[in-house]
């Protein structure tokens, strides 16, 4: 997986490419760790996003938990498949997520 970042003063947006799987989950929370203390404006993109797995999901929800203290965070451009696992999880309703 491939991981841009945008940062913007106060706003990251992080865009995703290839799989966000067990395998490189760790390597975008370790990335969000360093980023997200001085941000409150969270954007994901996800356009370029294939899947995402159980260990993906878990770092998205930490990550909005975190984001819900200190300002926003959003999904831009989910495709068909993420979006159904998003629906299937109940992270649909939970999520702010842009089309």
């Not at 495709?79 to 696992?85: A, H, K």
């Amino acid at each position: 997986m491939d991981i841009d970042k945008i940062l913007e003063e106060d706003k990251l947006t992080i865009k995703l490419n290839g799989r966000l799987d067990t395998n490189t989950a760790p390597e975008l929370e370790e990335e969000l760790k360093k980023d997200l203390p001085n941000v409150t404006d969270l954007v994901l993109d996800f356009e370029d996003l294939k899947y995402i797995s159980s260990a993906g999901l878990r770092v998205v929800l930490s990550t909005q938990k975190i984001m819900n203290k200190q300002g926003n965070m959003a999904i831009e451009n989910v495709n068909d498949l993420i979006m159904e696992i998003f629906e299937a999880t109940g992270f649909s309703s939970i999520l702010t997520i842009n089309e």
